[in-house]
């Protein structure tokens, strides 16, 4: 399944790149076979992006593994989109995902990238050395025309 988003409107655009209070958090789970699983507080839109990942089995099954599994749980992740940012589009396409019944492994990596899709929709632009808002995305490097 494919789901093209939509570019979010500037005011959902700001409100996904705001930090959010405590009260307000998403708690993922940092999980590794020698660490066990630990909580992590996200705080962020784009830090739930980044975090959310399952590396593949191959890496799983490396001698002397140290990979983590950012792990959070679809449907919180769902209701955190939908009512801390109000990101209805996004928030049905999770939900998408997390109700095809498929196994966590197989469903996150496409979570994670509907979420970087988002991120990258809503990330700050730099302005050129003209001065005008058509420059890269804060982060990258090289020119915004990829030459």
Do not use: H
């Not at 998408?96 to 498929?102: F, L, P, S, Y």
């Not at 509907?114 to 990258?120: I, S």
């Amino acid at each position: 399944m494919t789901v093209i988003l939509d570019i979010p409107s500037d005011a959902l655009a700001e409100r996904l790149r705001q930090e959010v209070g405590a009260d307000e958090r998403l708690v993922g789970m940092k999980m590794s076979v020698m660490g066990g699983s630990n909580p992590v507080p996200l705080y962020t839109f784009a830090s739930a992006a980044s975090f959310l990942k399952i590396g593949t089995y191959e890496e799983a099954m490396r001698p002397n593994n140290q990979a983590t599994i950012g792990y959070i749980d679809l449907a919180a992740l769902e209701q955190w989109v939908r009512g801390v940012f109000g990101d209805e589009e996004l928030a049905d396409a999770i939900k998408a995902e997390r109700e095809t019944g498929e196994a966590f492994g197989i469903v996150a990596p496409r979570v994670r990238k509907l979420l970087l899709t988002r991120a990258v929709q809503v990330a700050p632009v730099r302005p050129t050395a003209e001065g005008d808002a058509t420059g890269s995305v804060e982060g990258e490097s090289g020119p915004a025309d990829g030459s």
